[in-house]
């Protein structure tokens, strides 16, 4: 690695240029461009959102101060309304098509124990002041737009986002998602349509929800609680009443206490192999997502934009959802035992340094056991 390399500049490597280009080259982000293109908007972009710039005005100051050593990305000297135009003009499309090829580079590790990739669903309003975003309005004196994201629970990444008006329900994007067969899904009562878990299941996938009190069924088999692990009631059921022809399918219906608030859960799921208790867990993972959203909202820029068009706001969020993605990369990629927050917080404070972003981590990364010749070997239980 040549001592010229910034941290931002080994970061922005992990970005395969090649393929980029393929993808501006498919939406003609670059025709008819002369200087400014869509791969100099991107890194500028990127830079704006490691840092944590408030306005256009903020990021092209900051890039100016710092343009000899972005050179070597492509950057120069940049005026704000330059990259408002481009922000405005370049189709957001070609930061949602490199989001999706830098999904496949993050995938490999597992933190949960399920053998079935397990998805989480679930959307987040992000409100907009509704006299600057008019084209976002959501109720007569609010402007929103609504991101929908399906979390991949193994890797911690999202694995799929649409970002529509705030009036549109969740459910409507759901019955337009592909559902990868065999892996879970989970998602809370907003999603709780028949014909749609009707549809999940026919595409040999499994879902795991909460029931509505109201829901009509016949318990068709009961099975042994144990209610000391906080299952009270394990049961297959069929729906019955005005539902009873949408969803013929026998289900599953397990109610769990939580031991430490006394709150009573409903499960509804279509899961019958496995143990009622791993179903309890497999919706607490659900949380993750809103862990997912906080985070985005607390330490990315999504709910202030740089530009005020349509096209801007979808732009700064899907590369907002990029950078995400490349900090898990990258802490994938040096076997990172840190948070997230933790390694955007060592390369924005360090962006211009030059010197590996390996060195940067060292004390970070995942260090074997020493061995020990006069150390008990203690068996290993699987």
């Known amino acids: 690695m040549s001592h010229y390399d910034t941290i931002f500049h080994q970061f922005n490597q992990l970005i395969p240029r090649g393929k980029f280009k393929e993808i501006v080259d498919r939406f003609h982000g670059d025709y008819k461009v002369r200087s400014f293109h ?55 499309e070609i930061y949602e098509a490199l989001f999706y090829h830098l999904y496949g580079l993050c995938k490999g590790r597992k933190h949960f124990r399920f053998t079935l990739p397990l998805r989480i669903l679930d959307a987040t309003v992000i409100p907009l002041c509704l006299s600057v975003f008019p084209w976002a309005k959501f109720r007569r004196r609010k402007g929103a737009i609504k991101l929908h994201a399906v979390l991949d629970a193994d890797n911690q990444i999202p694995s799929f986002a649409v970002v529509t008006s705030a009036r549109v329900h969740e459910i409507n994007v ?37 029931i509505k009190r109201n829901t009509q069924y016949r318990v068709l088999d009961r099975q042994k609680a144990n209610r000391v692990s906080g299952i009270t009631s394990d049961q297959t059921i069929r729906v019955t009443g005005a539902h009873a022809e949408v969803l013929s399918i026998e289900l599953r219906r397990v109610r769990y206490v939580d031991r ?32 997912f959203f906080k985070w985005i909202k607390q330490h990315l820029k999504i709910k202030s934009f740089l530009g005020t068009s349509r096209n801007a706001v979808m732009t700064q969020i899907w590369i907002a959802l990029i950078l995400y993605l490349l900090l898990s990369y990258l802490r994938k990629l040096h076997g990172c035992q840190c948070t997230i927050y933790t390694l955007k917080k060592r390369l924005e404070v360090n962006v211009m340094e030059r010197r590996p972003i390996a060195d940067l981590l060292k004390d970070v990364m995942f260090k074997p056991p020493d061995t020990n010749e006069r150390q008990i070997k203690l068996p290993i239980i699987l």
């Open 260 to 291: 430490e608030s006394g709150q009573a859960y409903l499960y509804l799921t279509n899961i019958h192999h496995l143990d009622a208790l791993e179903i309890a867990n497999i919706y607490k993972a659900r949380w993750e997502i809103e862990l």
């Open 38 to 92: 869509c791969w100099a908007q991107l890194v500028a972009l990127l830079y704006g959102q490691l840092t944590g710039q408030h306005s256009l005005r903020d990021l092209v100051t900051a890039l100016r101060s710092c343009h000899r050593k972005l050179y070597h990305l492509g950057i120069r000297a940049i005026s704000r309304s330059t990259l408002s135009d481009a922000n405005g003009l370049r189709p957001a």
């Open 174 to 210: 759901a019955r337009d998602m592909h559902i990868l067969p065999d892996s879970i899904i989970v998602f809370d009562r907003a999603y709780l349509d028949f014909c749609w878990l009707k549809a999940i299941h026919l595409q040999g996938a499994y879902f795991v929800t909460r």
